[in-house]
């Protein structure tokens, strides 16, 4: 290397003039489980309140459900806080219908009328479709009017 080419670099580092110290550039290593320090903290502030035993968690958007399994959930009703923990699942309400309907609000009363629409179409649908193939395997074919299985057989012979 050439000598003006380090002076340049060496020129590049300095925070001062001739003889001050060099600038050092630490790294920033952001730890993430400040960010969850923080949060607990702030919870704590607002007065939050672990509540055990909770098996499942459903949170209702539109036609899809965001499901927690045996969730940490903690609550601050005086702040109209609720604080859900744990790993989400996002599943369409249709996959999860037979077991939470109990847990359907009158919110969601619209999503289920047009679920229970979609199958009605689907169903009828299938229903006649069924019914043709039925018809088609089951049925005798109607005759030409003046014209006799006989007469078709010997036509064909003849031919």
């Known amino acids: ?28 290593h952001k730890n993430p489980t400040t960010d969850d320090k923080k949060l607990q903290s702030a919870l704590r ?5 672990t509540i055990p035993s909770i098996e ?9 459900v965001i499901q927690f399994l045996n969730p940490k959930v903690q609550a ?7 604080v859900v923990s744990g790993s989400p699942q996002t599943k369409k309400l249709q996959d999860l219908l037979p077991t939470i309907i109990n847990q359907l609000g009158p919110d969601n009363l619209e999503n289920l009328r047009r679920l229970a629409e979609q199958f009605q179409k689907q169903a009828p649908d299938a229903a006649g479709a069924a019914a043709k193939v ?11 009017p003046g014209e006799t299985f006989e007469q078709a057989a010997e036509e064909k012979q003849d031919s």
Do not use: C, H, Q, Y
Not at 5 to 26: D, E, F, Y
Not at 76 to 82: E, M
């Open 134 to 144: 039925e018809e088609e395997d089951d049925d005798v074919p109607e005759l030409v």
């Open 56 to 64: 499942e968690v459903n949170i209702f958007k539109d036609d899809v």
């Open 76 to 82: 601050s009703i005086a702040a109209n806080t609720w």
């Open 1 to 28: 290397m050439n000598r003006e080419k380090l002076i340049k670099m060496a020129g590049a580092v300095r925070t001062g003039g001739k003889g001050s110290m060099r600038r050092k550039k630490k790294a920033v």
């Open 45 to 49: 502030r607002i007065g939050v309140n």
